[in-house]
């Protein structure tokens, strides 16, 4: 997803939870580190869903990050130019903490100013199955204005790799963010003649 925001053109502030960054440790053995960000996120983007080395072309100078707690951040201010928000992905914790209007940290605060500013934001809820508790969070989110976005990869789209199904998620995270992108084939309306979204 994020390749696609900068392959797009669009300026990226980038918040990595406390939650996220062990998630991400643990999934892929990736650090991501606050004093070293740049070199931690270029390492990040390079890899694949597989893990392996990719040719992806990786500029980070369109990437502004933020340290999860610093809520003095210009992302907690409504004064702070942003087109929207997009919270990928978004643990069920996350989702609780966002329905709730807490401010734990500058994710949640973020996310907060997002929806007060009338902003488009998208959460990519990872988790599953889901609880009522968090099926009521979604929907307070839903309500609120937000599009609720499960991290559900299609099958039906053609995939051939694990790269396919990744890039499915994000593209329709950018889709509901009004970001352009190729990073799926899109149906066509025939059959046979391409992947329905």
């Given at each position: 997803?994020?390749?696609?925001?900068?392959?797009?053109?669009?300026?990226v502030d980038l918040v990595v939870s406390?939650?996220?960054r062990l998630t991400l440790l643990d999934e892929t053995g990736i650090a991501f580190r606050d004093a070293h960000w740049q070199e931690d996120l270029r390492g990040w983007l390079a890899r694949g869903a597989d893990g392996k080395p990719h040719t992806f072309d990786v500029?980070?100078?369109?990437?502004?990050?933020?340290?999860?707690?610093?809520?003095?951040?210009?992302?907690?201010s409504g004064?702070?130019?942003?087109?929207?928000?997009?919270?990928?992905?978004?643990?069920?914790?996350?989702?609780?903490?966002?329905a709730l209007g807490l401010s734990k940290d500058l994710l949640q605060r973020a996310a907060s100013v997002?929806?007060?500013?009338?902003?488009?934001?998208?959460?990519?809820?990872?988790?599953t199955p889901l609880s009522g508790q968090t099926l009521k969070a979604?929907?307070?989110l839903d309500e609120a204005g937000a599009v609720v976005l499960p991290a559900s990869p299609a099958f039906?789209?053609?995939?051939?790799?694990?790269q396919d199904l990744v890039d499915f998620v994000a593209g329709r995270v950018l889709d509901a963010?009004?970001?352009?992108?190729?990073l799926y084939r899109r149906w066509k309306g025939e059959l046979g003649g391409g992947s329905r979204g």
């Open positions: 997803m994020l390749r696609g925001l900068l392959a797009a053109g669009e300026s406390r939650a996220s500029d980070v100078s369109g990437v502004r990050h933020w340290a999860a707690g610093d809520l003095a951040a210009g992302p907690s004064s702070y130019p942003a087109k929207g928000m997009l919270i990928v992905p978004a643990s069920t914790a996350c989702v609780a903490g966002v997002t929806l007060k500013e009338r902003r488009k934001l998208v959460v990519a809820v990872r988790e979604l929907v307070a039906y789209a053609g995939a051939t790799h694990i963010a009004g970001v352009p992108h190729q």
